[in-house]
Each structure stands twice: as structure tokens, then as C-alpha cells.
């Protein structure tokens, strides 16, 4: 089977890695892809947000599946238009994409559901924000609606600070994503990760995990795409997870049925472990960047297979396996993320990272004239297995440290909370 994978991050390059394992792979094609994803995978210069020109190219190269990695062309609709060209797809389509395209969709949807999160109302103009802003206790949080690349989020300590917020969406700094504004009560509790994989009716758990979203160590500073992860998460129980099953992405799956708009894909929950029970902070649509870096090489079977089965309707027939082991992964950025930095700077030494039993998954890189060069803010994931999650934190940083790259810095302290538990 010929496959062609969207996206250039991290996660697509484990998706990658994973996928060119499976026995029912003939050619795995990758685009825009990364110079990690092309030892697995040849590159193609296709825009993703070029529908026409990605039918075009699987049509005439003969793609028999493709796999879109981000969310943001799952919400343009490029699974809908690939199906419509006949052209079997992985992800849910624009319609069941909007529990991460929209916040107020998902809040809608699990009020009705009975799916247990904070209190909230939606917005579609200032006054109306700010008005319900008086019955709230603070802190509050205050979201633009749409996708905003992880930066529409506001934790407000104050009643002006979180006016600001609402100001601050609807004079566009987030573009169309704040055309709406989410208010929400602020829930206390330990945050974790659950991912389950879904065909419309049935979902199978693939496994937990915890990132750390801040850029500083004991996290501090501002919020990043991910500077490391781990799974499983030791703090979701079996019975947090079954509880979470049961009570948020079960019910969840029949509501978008009952919609009309069945989720396919990868469902990733955002939680919050409350005195209550597991809330949802959030829906991705997408496997976590870089929570997907650790789960594929904890994953025995074959992603393939479990993919197909999801488009295929067939997920009851399927079963995943697992490594009982712990995965830890720490990103390389570039001094200056989540802010501006230096791009075309020089890395070395990735062979002797993998030498000490590491999965160097590339993220922002490419390749010129032998070299690799960091192109991007997040740029290396250094990824390991242990039989715990210390263990598997002394070989990342033992192996990190084998690169040489000036411009580059990570945390130190990816898995301390893991690791406090463990060792408590
Ligand atoms: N690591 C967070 C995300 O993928 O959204």
C-alpha cells in the first residue's frame, strides 16, 4: 500500500518511523516532511493547503492512504475533499474537526452530553463578555474560539486583566480565531493526556501521556508547543482512564454520531484530574506534538493497521498492544522559542545520540549540502524507553548531550513530576 503522510513536525516523524515498520507499507511518501522524515520516507514539495494539487499528486502517483498529522488542514476540510476524490484519508473530516476548531462547539457539545467540564458561556462581542465576566470567580480563563496555534488561552488573576483578554480577541490578535470569545471557570488539578483512536462508533484507548507546555524548567515562563513528554502518565489510573472512557470520550463519540458528524481520527482529551473526577479542558483532533513521539515507540502493533481500521469502520476487530515500558522525549529549540530566533544554524552529532539508544525524531530541520541545519523553533525530539520514567530521563539528557548545537537549549527537567511519583 502506498501512503502519503501529511505534516513536518516531530509527531509526523514518528508517525513516520512507525509506519514504515508495518508489512502492509509498499512506498510511504511524506509532505512537506522534514530531513528526519526522508530516512524513512521521500519528501514531496506539496502544500498541504493546495487540496487540488495533493488529489492531483495521489492520483497520479498511485496513493492508496493518506494520513494528515496537524490539525490545521483537518479543519480546511482536506480529508472531506480527499474522500470526495476517492481517496481513503485518516482524520476526521472539517465538520468532526471542530472539537479543536472550535472551543464553543466542544463546550456546546458536552453540555448537552453531560460530559464533565468547567462552566462556560461564548461570546460574539465584548460587552456581553465582559457582562458575564461579573458573576465569575477569578481566576478565570478566557479562550478565543478557533485555532490559535496554542496562543488564545488566558488564565486571568484579575477582572481587568481578563477584560484585556476579551479585548485583545476581538481586536484580531488571533486572527478569525477570535471571533468568538469562551469563557470558562478555572479548574484546579493535575493536567494529563488520553488518546483513544476512533471509526465514528467505537474507540480503542492508545495510552496516556503528560507534556510540559511551558518553555522554563519547573514550568515557568511562556507556553510552548511542547518542550517534552512522557507516557504513560503514572498520575491516570486504570480507573481515571476507565472513568475517562466512560464518562468523557464514549459519550463524546455518541454525540458527534447523533450530530451527524462522526469522529474518525485520532480523539486526544486534554484533562484535568479535579476532586470531582477527570474534566475536559480541551479536544485535539490530532495525536499531541510531542506526546506522538513518545507513544509510537511504545506501540507493538501496526499503526497501519490500526489507522485502516478506523476509516474502515472496524476498530472492534482490531486490538493494540503495548510495551511495558516508560518513553520519555526532550525537545531541542532554538534559543529564543517560543519567541524569534536564528534560523540555518548548524547541528551535529545526532549518530551518536542514536548510538546511546535514543530516537532522535527531527522536527524544524532540512538538510543542504551535508549539513543539517535547524530551520524552526522546536527542532529535535531526543527520545528514549526505560523501565521507568527516570531511567528513561537519564538516557535522553545522556544522549542529548552527545549533539552539538550552539544555538540551541532544552529543559532539564522533562518528567519531574513522573519521576517525584516514582520516587515517592
Ligand atoms: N503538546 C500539545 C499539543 O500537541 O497540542
Known amino acids: 500500500m502506498n501512503v502519503l503522510l501529511i505534516g513536518s513536525g516531530g509527531r509526523e ?34 502544500d498541504p493547503t493546495d487540496h487540488n494539487a495533493v488529489i492531483q499528486f495521489c492520483k497520479t502517483t498511485g496513493i492508496d492512504f493518506v494520513i494528515v498529522g496537524p490539525e490545521a ?7 472531506d475533499d480527499l474522500e470526495e476524490a476517492g481517496i481513503k484519508t485518516f482524520g476526521p473530516s472539517a465538520l468532526a474537526a471542530q472539537l479543536e476548531g472550535s472551543k464553543g462547539f466542544t463546550k456546546d457539545l458536552c453540555a448537552e452530553f453531560n460530559i464533565p467540564t468547567a462552566a462556560y458561556g461564548r461570546f460574539r462581542d465584548a460587552e456581553a463578555a465582559k457582562n458575564y465576566l461579573k458573576q465569575c470567580s ?15 488561552v488566558v488564565i486571568a488573576e484579575t477582572a481587568a486583566d481578563a477584560e484585556a483578554a476579551i479585548e485583545d480577541c476581538f481586536s484580531g490578535a488571533f486572527g478569525d480565531a477570535g471571533f468568538e470569545v469562551v469563557i470558562e471557570d478555572f479548574m484546579v488539578g493535575e493536567e494529563a493526556s488520553l488518546f483513544a483512536l476512533c471509526d465514528g462508533q467505537t474507540a480503542l484507548l492508545l495510552g ?34 476507565d472513568q475517562t472512557m466512560s464518562e468523557i ?76 515500558v516508560a518513553a520519555l522525549s526532550v525537545v531541542l529549540a532554538a534559543k529564543g522559542y517560543p519567541g524569534a530566533y536564528d534560523k540555518n544554524t548548524t547541528i551535529t552529532g545526532i549518530e ?39 531511567e528513561a530521563q ?13 544555538n540551541g537549549f532544552c529543559r532539564r527537567d522533562i518528567g519531574w513530576r513522573a519521576i517525584e511519583r516514582e520516587q515517592s
Open 352 to 390: 551518536k545520540a542514536e548510538a546511546e539508544d535514543a530516537i532522535v525524531f527531527h522536527a524544524g530541520t532540512a538538510s543542504s549540502n551535508g549539513q543539517l541545519l535547524a530551520i524552526g523553533g522546536r527542532v529535535l525530539n531526543i527520545t528514549t524507553l526505560g523501565s521507568s520514567v527516570s
Open 73 to 79: 488542514p483537518l479543519v480546511a476540510g482536506l480529508a
Open 138 to 152: 477569578l481566576p478565570v480563563v478566557v479562550k478565543a474560539d478557533g485555532l490559535a496555534a496554542g496562543k488564545g
Open 394 to 406: 537519564q538516557k535522553a539528557y545522556h544522549a542529548l548531550d552527545q549533539i552539538t548545537w550552539d
Open 13 to 46: 516523524h514518528a508517525l513516520a518511523w512507525k509506519l514504515s515498520q508495518s508489512p502492509l507499507l509498499s512506498k510511504l511518501y511524506c509532505a512537506p516532511g522534514n530531513a528526519g522524515i526522508a530516512q524513512c520516507a521521500e519528501i514531496i514539495a506539496l
Open 208 to 241: 496516556t501521556a503528560q507534556d510540559h507546555k511551558r518553555v522554563g524548567e519547573g514550568d515557568t515562563g511562556p507556553n510552548t508547543g511542547g518542550m517534552g513528554a512522557y507516557s504513560p502518565a503514572p498520575v491516570m489510573t486504570q480507573d481515571l482512564i
Open 249 to 324: 470520550i464514549v459519550p463524546t463519540l455518541a454525540g458527534m454520531h447523533h450530530r451527524g458528524c462522526p469522529f474518525k481520527g485520532i480523539l486526544y482529551a486534554g484533562l484535568i484530574l479535579t476532586n470531582t473526577g477527570p474534566q475536559l479542558i480541551e479536544y485535539n483532533v490530532r495525536f499531541g506534538d510531542p506526546e506522538c513521539q513518545v507513544l509510537m515507540p511504545r506501540l507493538k502493533s501496526d499503526l497501519l493497521e490500526l489507522m485502516l481500521a478506523a476509516v474502515e469502520g472496524s476498530l472492534l476487530e482490531v486490538e493494540a498492544e503495548w510495551r511495558d
